[in-house]
């Protein structure tokens, strides 16, 4: 059978860091993970082919001292954390990946192999020695001047985990990293939005600026890793396994067809933590390989917790489980992305997410929604009546959400600024608001002259309009609330399925058409209970 067009295109690809699992995913995790549904929700919206990856990254000394701690073998913990916690915390928050990549599969294990073979033979891969402090929760050796002082003096701390470094003194294979340093810099200078945000891209460019040391990639103290293919006393450093999850995934080696469609990744989503390994030993494996490098690299900003990064030594306690069943699933999707502009770090508190809960979702986007719909209801018996008086105040309404749209999808779909995004739609939201105060349809409902009941017509299918395109706005963000609106607005008879409608045509004013059936559906953000005790 001849390819479809739609196979040969390439498809924007988003993928998430692929996770540890010596532990379960708290918010920090999640807060990734979302962003990243969001904006490949935003893309499907538009329309355009998509491709979401995450995973769990399962090799390296860290997972197996924590199978070790737990009595169990590596690949029976990993298992159980995948099926147990990982997935099943995607699911609940709606995350809609298209593929969950581990890095103990053997479609993955053996792309890796041959991978490093690759590098081998072309000589980029050379035996050495190298001895120095090494951080396990980092899996990575550290300089010794970015090491912060212990309780002893021989005792030197890492400066992410605040937890004593170990001395590791290894013969190992080391691939030439050094050599890409100038190849890396002309990469930069000639793609500027290669890294965001601003602040990582400069962090990045001064290190590399220094000058790189070679990368030792080779491990032979333990086994759970995968296996040089040419001496198979060592396995491979863990973050050149991980790193190569994006191309297993994207068909590299096994499905040619898919792997032109896929590669390059248009974003890679990290925290900043793991910029540097995405930003410069990434692209400069790949340029070894004479693969082309990922479109963006992406940071977000850190979840903090009493002025530091949130992390699974230093939980708040909160798993995103018991922020859900307080405030419900779409809520939790729209607080952080609202609340902390992308790329810079942020706290989360009950009060702040109870505060935007309450006013901007329940108060300004629910009960919009039940006033509208109850007011169809009550005067036009649920038909939605067709506007036949519209001037100038309908005018100011439709020219609102233009530039709604326009605004949201470039910085949801392109500057990856959730926040202002999601501001630009809930300033529609607002203005339809203050549309309705200012139009008082429940006073112009009292004129019952032809020319009154035409106005009230017109005002409410003004403000359901509103609501229609409100609902393909925030259908990436909050999927279940839009449609729980889609139904109440009786859309999907005129205008099919809410996931077909595209931000193309969003903005074209009178789409919904009159007649629809609108029924106060239930109550899009019910006022929240006490706060439970955690
Ligand atoms: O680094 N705030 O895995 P990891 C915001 N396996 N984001 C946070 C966060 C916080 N407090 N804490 C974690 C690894 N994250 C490697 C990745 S990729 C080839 C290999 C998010 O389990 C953020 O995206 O430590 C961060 O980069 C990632 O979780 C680290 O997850």
Excluded at 40 to 67: C, F, N, P, S
Excluded at 194 to 209: M, T
Excluded at 491 to 510: C, N, S
């Amino acid at each position: 059978m001849a390819a479809s067009a739609d196979n040969t295109t390439s498809a924007y690809y988003v993928t998430t860091p692929i996770y540890y699992v010596n532990d379960r995913p708290h918010l920090g995790h999640a807060y990734t993970t979302v962003a990243g549904d969001v904006l490949t929700r935003w893309h499907r919206q538009r329309g355009e082919q998509v491709w979401y990856l995450t995973g769990t990254d399962e090799h390296g000394q860290k997972i197996m001292r924590t199978a070790d701690a737990n009595g169990v073998t590596p690949q029976e913990w990993c298992d159980k954390l995948v099926e147990d916690a990982w997935k099943p915390l995607w699911q609940h928050l709606n995350i809609a990946n298209d593929d969950f990549i581990r890095t103990t599969e053997q479609r993955h294990t053996d792309r890796v192999q041959e991978f490093v073979q690759d590098l081998h033979d072309k000589g980029e891969i050379y035996k050495g020695g190298y001895e120095g402090p090494y951080c396990v929760g980092c899996e990575e050796y550290k300089l010794p001047a970015e090491l912060l002082p212990g309780a002893t003096d021989d005792v030197k701390l890492c400066p992410v985990h605040k937890k004593p470094v170990e001395w590791l003194e290894e013969e190992n294979y080391f691939f030439r990293l050094s050599a890409y340093g100038p190849k890396l810099l002309e990469f930069y200078a000639a793609n500027p939005d290669f890294i965001a945000p601003a602040s990582a891209r400069n962090e990045v460019l001064r290190f590399v600026e220094q000058g790189l040391q070679d990368l030792s990639i080779s491990r032979s103290t333990f086994d759970w890793g995968v296996p040089l293919p040419w001496d198979e006393k060592h396995v491979l450093y863990v973050w050149v396994d991980a790193l190569q999850n994006y191309l297993t995934a994207a068909g590299y080696g096994a499905d040619p067809e898919r792997f032109a469609r896929l590669w390059p990744a248009s974003v890679h989503l990290v925290g900043k933590d793991i910029l540097r390994f995405h930003a410069v030993i990434w692209p400069a494996m790949l340029m070894a390989a004479g693969l082309p490098l990922p479109k963006r690299v992406v940071a977000n900003g850190w979840l903090m917790v009493g002025g530091e990064k949130m992390s699974k030594s230093n939980l708040t306690g909160i798993a995103p489980q018991d922020l859900t069943a307080h405030f419900g699933v779409d809520a939790y999707r729209y607080y952080f992305l609202r609340a902390i502009p992308f790329g810079t770090d942020g706290s989360f508190s009950w009060e702040d997410f109870t505060a935007r809960y309450t006013s901007e979702l329940a108060n300004d986007f629910g009960n919009l929604a039940s006033r509208v719909a109850a007011m169809v209801g009550k005067y036009f018996d649920r038909s939605l009546p067709a506007a036949t008086a519209a001037g100038e105040a309908e005018q100011a309404v439709a020219e609102g959400l233009a530039t709604a749209v326009q605004t949201a999808d470039r910085k949801i779909g392109e500057e990856l600024d959730f926040a202002g995004g999601i501001a630009a739609i809930f300033e529609f939201v607002k203005q339809v608001n203050g549309y309705l105060t200012e139009q008082e349809p429940w006073k112009v409902a009292k004129d019952e002259s032809e020319a009154g009941q035409a106005r009230l017509a017109t005002i409410l299918y003004t403000a359901a309009e509103a609501l229609r395109a409100t609902a393909v706005l925030l259908n990436p963000l909050m999927p279940v609330t839009a449609e729980k609106l889609w139904d109440s607005l009786g859309a999907e008879a005129g205008l099919g399925a809410l996931a077909d409608q595209t931000i193309a045509t969003v903005a074209d004013w009178g789409r919904l058409p009159a007649g629809s059936t609108v029924t106060k559906g239930e109550i899009l953000f019910p006022r929240l209970e006490e706060k439970p005790a955690v």
